[in-house]
């Protein structure tokens, strides 16, 4: 049967809702039951998920055939998404980090500085907040805080991506942008993964094709859990990396070259070296820092010693150098983030030179927190520099967060609350050890820090929030005689950068609209400096 007729029995392109091609099989899935016509008995029908699906033999039909079917459907999945990037309204909602309009955001994708512009694309799912079939939102900047929304650019739409355009990095080559991503698929009642490492490529930068899969076969010794390619050219070739995990349950980083970004020949696994390190490993990233290697990822399965850090999804960063054959070797490595809500992270060299770093504010599998009730869920964190110094790895807010300052206003905190009149702020203080700072307070909600003498742990404590999901508190060991902080605070997050930047915490922080106020329950009266700080250009239109 030509796929032409199977979709005819389906009632049309219009009523596809996705399309699959396991192996020897053409899938469909319809979106109503009852536009389906008499089925001949070559053709399968069977509800899997609730979802209707119509299955034959695949026979002669071809890639190029199954991706015009996936073409069509990506214009209505576009056109079904779109009435979903009206932001809601909420006092949770940042006034200078990205969030969705609706819906839940994960990933940042495909950070890039190409040809005079900033782009940035996350994964998004726009019809609520669960963790469902992802789409890739593009977004460019011309100066690092005010985003412009271009279009959905990426659904979830072919035989290759039909349940997720999961994460990855853009290449900046021949005048055009190039994006690989790794697409999701799930067969049957067992949801079984099916995944491959695609691209899509733009010419103008804006309107994507998909070319589909590059990589089509798993590498020996690796599960279905392989994904989120990463690609930097160095030796005179490509390299693309991808999180992976080993049939016997370990987390890798799997590598392969290219000569021309089209076709790509396996390397091997790396990261023996760590071992146990976790079951897996995500959203890889490499990059240069002066003149050191390092490389970025997302180890899952880690286990904490300190019982009030349960959550297993982390962020490393490792120190790696490569050698003349090309192989990968971790040297040393450091948790970037110790808060709570630190993920995917993925950088860019930007127009100065300067190394920055954007992460997803959220975690795995988490799908109720406060701002679900206003229809959305997750953020991106601010824009960080990192930098080598002194033989550790730095972080600070990109400068230009200075352009959205008010006023510089200084004053003393002490026992008694004071009313800042805003969440949005920045935030310049040094906390004595024995003293705990409540921030975003009123008479029944705060967030602390507390400079814990004894442990010798800066805490920081969100369990007197609204928060739904997730650890309340973070304990992070140092020390220094003396704590310098840099707060920023967005409606619904801290971000804090603790002496210059050798240390940060993230996490966000659910209270009510008027917790404006600010008060130093322990210790003596410090001096604090802050700015408020306005709100960036939205990317999205009004409500």
Not at 199 to 206: E, H, Q, R
Not at 211 to 226: A, D, F, M, Q, S
Not at 230 to 237: C, E, G, P, R, S
Not at 239 to 264: C, I, K, N, P
């Given at each position: 049967?030509?796929?032409?007729?199977?979709?005819?029995?389906?009632?049309?392109?219009?009523?596809?809702?996705?399309?699959?091609?396991?192996?020897?099989?053409?899938?469909?899935?319809?979106?109503?039951?009852?536009?389906?016509r008499?089925?001949?008995?070559?053709?399968?029908?069977?509800?899997?998920?609730?979802?209707?699906?119509?299955?034959?033999?695949?026979?002669?039909?071809?890639?190029?055939?199954?991706?015009?079917?996936?073409?069509?459907?990506?214009?209505?999945?576009?056109e079904?998404?779109?009435?979903?990037?009206?932001?809601?309204?909420?006092?949770?909602?940042?006034?200078?980090h990205?969030?969705p309009?609706?819906?839940?955001?994960?990933?940042?994708?495909g950070?890039?500085?190409?040809?005079?512009?900033?782009?940035?694309?996350?994964?998004?799912?726009?019809?609520?907040?669960?963790?469902?079939?992802?789409?890739?939102?593009?977004?460019?900047?011309?100066?690092?805080?005010?985003?412009?929304?271009?279009?959905?650019?990426?659904?979830?739409?072919?035989?290759?991506?039909?349940?997720?355009?999961?994460?990855?990095?853009?290449?900046?080559?021949?005048?055009?942008?190039?994006l690989?991503?790794?697409?999701?698929?799930?067969?049957?009642e067992?949801?079984?993964?099916?995944?491959?490492?695609c691209?899509?490529?733009?010419?103008?930068?804006?309107n994507?094709?998909?070319?589909?899969?590059?990589?089509?076969?798993?590498?020996?010794?690796?599960?279905?859990?392989?994904?989120?390619p990463?690609?930097?050219?160095?030796?005179?070739?490509w390299?693309?990396?991808?999180?992976?995990?080993?049939?016997?349950?370990?987390?890798?980083?799997?590598?392969?070259?290219?000569?021309?970004?089209?076709?790509?020949t396996?390397?091997?696994?790396?990261?023996?070296?760590?071992?146990?390190?976790?079951?897996?490993?995500?959203?890889?990233?490499?990059?240069?820092?002066a003149?050191?290697?390092?490389?970025?990822?997302?180890?899952?399965?880690?286990?904490?010693?300190?019982?009030?850090?349960?959550?297993?999804?982390?962020?490393?960063?490792?120190?790696?150098?490569?050698?003349?054959?090309?192989?990968?070797?971790?040297?040393?490595?450091?948790?970037?983030?110790?808060?709570?809500?630190?993920?995917?992270?993925?950088?860019?060299?930007?127009?100065?030179?300067?190394?920055?770093?954007?992460?997803?504010m959220?975690?795995?599998?988490?799908?109720?927190?406060?701002?679900?009730?206003?229809?959305?869920?997750?953020?991106?964190?601010?824009?960080?520099?990192?930098?080598?110094?002194?033989?550790?790895?730095?972080?600070?807010?990109?400068?230009?967060?200075?352009?959205?300052?008010?006023?510089?206003?200084?004053?003393?905190?002490?026992?008694?609350?004071?009313?800042?009149?805003?969440?949005?702020?920045?935030?310049?203080?040094?906390?004595?050890?024995?003293?705990?700072?409540?921030?975003?307070?009123?008479?029944?909600?705060?967030?602390?820090?507390?400079?814990?003498?004894?442990?010798?742990?800066?805490?920081?404590?969100?369990?007197?929030?609204?928060i739904?999901?997730?650890?309340?508190?973070?304990?992070?060991?140092?020390?220094s005689?003396?704590i310098?902080?840099t707060?920023?605070?967005?409606?619904?997050?801290?971000?804090?950068?603790?002496?210059?930047?050798?240390?940060?915490?993230t996490?966000?922080v659910?209270?009510?609209?008027?917790?404006?106020?600010?008060?130093?329950?322990?210790?003596?009266?410090?001096?604090?400096?802050?700015?408020?700080?306005?709100?960036?250009?939205?990317?999205?239109?009004?409500?």
């Open positions: 049967m030509s796929l032409i007729d199977l979709i005819e029995l389906a009632g049309g392109e219009t009523n596809i809702r996705r399309i699959l091609a396991p192996k020897g099989e053409v899938i469909v899935a319809v979106h109503n039951d009852e536009l389906v008499r089925l001949p008995e070559s053709i399968t029908a069977q509800t899997v998920l609730g979802e209707l699906q119509l299955s034959t033999a695949r026979g002669e039909v071809t890639d190029e055939e199954l991706q015009t079917v996936g073409e069509s459907i990506a214009q209505h999945q576009r079904q998404a779109e009435p979903y990037l009206q932001p809601t309204e909420s006092h949770y909602r940042p006034q200078w990205i969030s309009p609706q819906g839940l955001v994960n990933d940042p994708n950070f890039i500085y190409h040809k005079g512009e900033y782009h940035l694309f996350y994964q998004w799912y726009p019809y609520a907040c669960e963790h469902k079939d992802k789409h890739w939102v593009h977004l460019k900047s011309q100066d690092l805080i005010n985003w412009h929304h271009q279009s959905i650019a990426l659904t979830p739409s072919d035989w290759f991506d039909s349940h997720g355009v999961f994460s990855g990095h853009a290449v900046s080559q021949d005048d055009g942008l190039w690989f991503y790794t697409g999701n698929v799930r067969i049957g067992q949801r079984d993964r099916q995944t491959t490492q691209m899509a490529f733009a010419a103008d930068g804006l994507f094709k998909k070319h589909g899969p590059v990589i089509r076969e798993l590498p020996p010794g690796v599960t279905e859990h392989i994904r989120d990463k690609l930097v050219f160095a030796n005179d070739k390299f693309m990396l991808l999180g992976a995990q080993t049939t016997d349950l370990q987390g890798r980083l799997a590598v392969y070259h290219s000569e021309d970004l089209v076709h790509w396996y390397d091997r696994l790396y990261g023996d070296e760590l071992a146990p390190f976790g079951y897996m490993w995500e959203c890889p990233d490499w990059f240069k820092l003149n050191e290697q390092f490389i970025v990822f997302g180890p899952q399965g880690i286990e904490d010693s300190n019982p009030n850090h349960t959550i297993g999804h982390q962020n490393r960063i490792f120190r790696m150098s490569l050698d003349q054959d090309d192989a990968l070797h971790l040297i040393e490595g450091w948790q970037l983030d110790a808060g709570f809500d630190f993920y995917a992270p993925q950088s860019m060299e930007a127009a100065d030179g300067r190394r920055l770093m954007i992460g997803w959220g975690l795995p599998d988490e799908v109720n927190q406060p701002s679900c009730d206003h229809g959305w869920i997750h953020q991106l964190t601010t824009l960080r520099e990192l930098y080598w110094q002194d033989g550790k790895v730095k972080q600070r807010p990109a400068k230009e967060l200075a352009e959205l300052r008010g006023d510089k206003v200084n004053i003393t905190v002490n026992n008694k609350a004071i009313d800042l009149g805003t969440k949005s702020v920045e935030l310049h203080l040094n906390l004595a050890w024995g003293s705990e700072l409540q921030l975003m307070q009123n008479s029944d909600y705060h967030v602390s820090l507390v400079a814990d003498a004894e442990k010798g742990v800066l805490r920081f404590d969100r369990h007197q929030t609204e739904r999901e997730g650890d309340v508190i973070r304990e992070l060991p140092l020390e005689d003396t310098a902080l707060i920023l605070a967005d409606n619904s997050s801290l971000e804090i950068f603790i002496n210059d930047g050798e240390k940060v915490m996490g966000r659910f209270t009510p609209q008027d917790a404006t106020n600010i008060r130093l329950v322990s210790g003596e009266p410090t001096p604090m400096s802050y700015y408020p700080l306005k709100a960036a250009r939205a990317p999205y239109p009004s409500v």
